[in-house]
């Protein structure tokens, strides 16, 4: 399969960059600005050739594993408090008997 001469696949940016395959997805999952969009061609990912200097500078932005880490054990700390508080109980409410329905059987 051939593919355009501008596009590099992200094994060869991972190898260049000397960063792992991971941490170039946590990298754009992570919403640095100014990070390049990639090129998804049949399920791979590949970048530009122009972007590859705007990568490594968002790349130098990336705070690493421990913040991404922390910032999703954070959001799940707060689901399970929200979950966890007591919610308010529901009054139950005595029925009523309604006579005209028994009329009717």
């Known amino acids: 399969m051939k593919f355009p001469k501008d596009l590099v696949p992200q094994k060869v940016i991972a190898e260049d960059l000397c960063v792992s395959l991971v941490t ?13 969009a990639p090129v998804i061609f049949r399920n791979m990912v590949f970048w530009r050739k122009a972007d ?23 959001s799940e700390r707060i689901a399970k408090l929200a979950k966890a508080q007591p919610q308010p109980k529901r009054v139950k409410r005595p029925r009523r008997t309604d006579e005209r329905q028994r009329d009717l059987f």
């Open 24 to 36: 170039l997805w946590r990298a754009r999952q992570s919403g640095i600005p100014g990070f390049p």
């Open 52 to 74: 590859l200097n705007q990568l490594e500078d968002a790349l130098l932005k990336f705070e690493g594993r421990g913040r991404f880490e922390e910032r999703r054990e954070r």
